[in-house]
């Protein structure tokens, strides 16, 4: 793997414990307990999120003070842990001063209370879904969107205070509502991330491309990201600066994550790359990735066609290893101006998800899936092996030759997450499951990934078409629709899973 450029930035999670004061002094012990439950909360969600955990509220006055404290912290979600029962009065203007998006946490300690020795204080320790439709409706007519997450604690012991089994790490009970928890944390660092990213637009958008013209301000109104725009001359001013010593670290770079290919057997412009293509690509990839750090980019988007045997036709025509490799480094690059799928690739790459550069190739009817994929570039780190370099006499529909990546992604589930646009110029997010199989592939020097989806591709593509999507997709590996989704909520966009 290669190292990441510029790490993801990690949510953060705002925590606090409910519970009801006049409990304190009639059930001694409970609010420690509950405090204990809420610790173990917090170290738990640690391992995905920067967890702010305020403590207890268990008064309208506290919860006020806790809403102030979490604006300080700049939270990305708060959690309200259902520890026991409260009034919905002393929890609300938690999210009244907060407007970080709302998660319930009705996470019962026990799988079973022990009905025969249970007193109202340890039934009181177990109570987080009693609350829980309270504070619901008290949201919802505020006005303030939340979720649930319901099941059980997931404690590995069991508290001394306790009259029953509180061992339920193993139980899907737990594994589930764990699983939702770390999901939603793990999609609050794409807005987090996003908000503070800067995505290079470099030369302009494929001339004729329609879906995929793109509003700066628009993107940057709706997921903060900051648009800088490129010059050709800007890359070429920096290839300029390039030693034989980059040069030759790119190459080693090159053959150790490329495999480097003989001629292709069936098409006549798809040839073993010279020495001469493979330097100049090094070259070209030493001179992105020093524009990457001297812009200070999260992510590019980029075409250029230049004019027929120009200094740019020649500089362009070699964007794809370089680009692929930046990909694999946490910056992905999406080809001919498409910026909305380099924000779909830059979501999967913040999850760890993968997110390389697709589109439809051909439906092979009898094995019943659908080729995605592209002349590049290609997230070599969910390739299926190592991906080839193929020299390229000519480039479809484009101008120049170069080299060319050709791979496929691994075989197993992958979701496709696409970004579009609609009418009212609103993002929407398009998500779809399916499974990358071991079927063949063209040797022509492009990325092809044969997909197979649950249903027939023809059903498939009508509904996938019907939604209006950009052409373009970015493929993750894994189920994630999930996941996918919870991001798209977090950033207000319309979601559609198929």
């Not at 997110?355 to 994929?373: A, M, N, P």
């Not at 110029?425 to 779809?432: A, N």
């Not at 990934?449 to 249903?455: A, G, H, M, Y």
Request: charged letters at 20%.
């Amino acid at each position: 793997m290669l190292e990441s450029i510029k790490p993801v930035k990690k949510a953060r999670v705002g925590l606090y414990t409910i519970g009801l004061q006049a409990y304190w002094s009639q059930f001694p012990g409970l609010k420690d307990r509950l405090i204990e439950y809420g610790k173990f909360i917090e170290t738990k969600m640690s391992q995905h999120g920067e967890v702010y955990n305020y403590g207890l509220v268990d008064s309208e006055a506290e919860a006020r003070r806790a809403g102030e404290w979490f604006n300080e912290k700049n939270v990305d979600l708060v959690f309200c842990h259902s520890g026991t029962y409260s009034t919905s009065s002393a929890v609300l203007p938690v999210h009244q001063i907060c407007k970080a998006p709302a998660i319930i946490l009705n996470l019962q300690p026990t799988e079973r209370i022990n009905y025969e020795q249970t007193t109202t204080g340890e039934w009181l320790a177990h109570c987080g879904a009693c609350p829980t439709p309270e504070i619901g409706n008290a949201f919802n007519r505020s006005g303030i969107k939340f979720r649930v997450v319901n099941g059980l604690l997931g404690l590995n012991y069991t508290p001394e205070i306790s009259l029953t089994n509180e061992k339920s790490s193993e139980r899907p009970e737990a594994i589930h509502a764990w699983s939702q928890i770390n999901d939603w944390i793990r999609a609050a660092s794409v807005p987090r991330t996003l908000r503070q990213s800067r995505f290079g637009f470099l030369g302009n958008t494929y001339s004729g491309m329609l879906d995929m013209y793109s509003d700066f301000t628009m993107i940057q109104a709706q997921t903060g990201v900051h648009i800088e725009v490129l010059e050709m001359c800007d890359l070429d001013q920096l290839l300029k600066g390039v030693s034989e010593a980059d040069v030759k670290k790119k190459m080693e770079e090159v053959y150790e994550f490329f495999e480097i290919s003989g001629d292709s057997p069936s098409d006549p412009i798809a040839r073993k790359p010279t020495l001469e293509q493979l330097e100049w690509s090094c070259k070209v990839a030493s001179a992105q990735e020093k524009l990457v750090k001297e812009f200070d980019l999260d992510a590019l988007t980029y075409y250029y066609h230049g004019a027929p045997n120009s200094v740019y036709e020649k500089l362009q025509a070699s964007f794809i290893v370089g680009h692929s490799l930046l990909t694999a480094k946490g910056i992905p690059c999406s080809g001919e101006g498409d910026l909305k799928t380099a924000i779909a690739m830059k979501i999967c790459d913040i999850l760890g998800t993968g997110g390389s550069f697709s589109e439809i190739v051909v439906v092979d009817y009898i094995d019943e899936t659908i080729l995605l994929g592209h002349d590049g570039p290609f997230h070599l780190a969910i390739s299926d092996g190592k991906p080839i370099l193929r020299g390229m006499g000519l480039y479809h529909g484009k101008q120049g030759s170069g080299v060319s990546v050709e791979a496929k992604v691994k075989t197993g589930p992958i979701t496709t997450l696409n970004v579009t646009q609609t009418g009212d110029g609103k993002l929407k997010l398009i998500i779809s499951e399916g499974v990358s199989t071991d079927g063949p592939i063209m040797r022509i020097g492009n990325t092809q990934t044969p997909v197979k989806f649950n249903e027939h591709p023809d059903l498939y593509m009508e509904r996938w078409f019907h939604e209006a999507p950009t052409h373009h997709c970015a493929m993750s590996i894994g189920n994630n629709a999930a996941l996918f989704s919870k991001a798209g909520e977090l950033l207000n966009c319309k979601t559609v899973t198929l």
